[in-house]
């Protein structure tokens, strides 16, 4: 069981140098971007800090534009809207949008419906059998 655990959170550790700079792009505290001597000169200390944030602006407006309406061979709005995932979709497309990666866990309730809950990919990773995976859908 120490090896499981172990493997897991190596593979969960492994990205968060990745996601701490997109997040940092993200927020716009990025590092500088060069600045020539003379440019340095010129400007003086007027400038504290130079940075354009454009990484929220590119994520933002694609994930205001993502909504789920609705789903076609199957009757699972009821579920949709009891998960609260009309709330939450807006997180997990943002996570997504800014990390690559996002997942949503399902499991039954007491009565046997779906249960959803938006995870980030910061705090969530999976162990793939090569042997199901080759047979998965794509």
């Known amino acids: ?9 190596q593979k969960l550790e492994a990205p968060a140098p990745r996601f701490d700079t997109l997040e940092r792009y993200y927020t716009g505290t990025q590092p500088l971007a060069f600045l020539s001597p003379e440019s340095r000169t010129a400007l003086g200390d007027r400038f504290g800090r130079m940075a354009t944030n454009l990484p929220r602006l590119a994520v933002t407006s694609l994930a205001e534009r993502l909504r789920v309406t609705g789903f076609d061979g199957a009757d ?3 579920d949709w809207l009891r998960s609260d995932l ?3 979709a807006g997180t997990a497309h943002r996570e ?3 990390l690559g990666s996002c997942y949503v866990i399902v499991w039954a309730d007491q009565f046997g419906r779906p249960r959803v809950t938006v995870e980030s990919a910061r705090q969530v990773t999976t162990l ?9 859908p794509r």
């Open 76 to 78: 699972v709005w009821t």
């Open 86 to 88: 009309d709330q939450e």
């Open 1 to 9: 069981m120490t090896d499981l655990l172990t493997t897991l959170l």
């Open 96 to 98: 997504a949008l800014l």
């Open 128 to 136: 793939h059998d090569p042997v199901l995976a080759g047979s998965l």
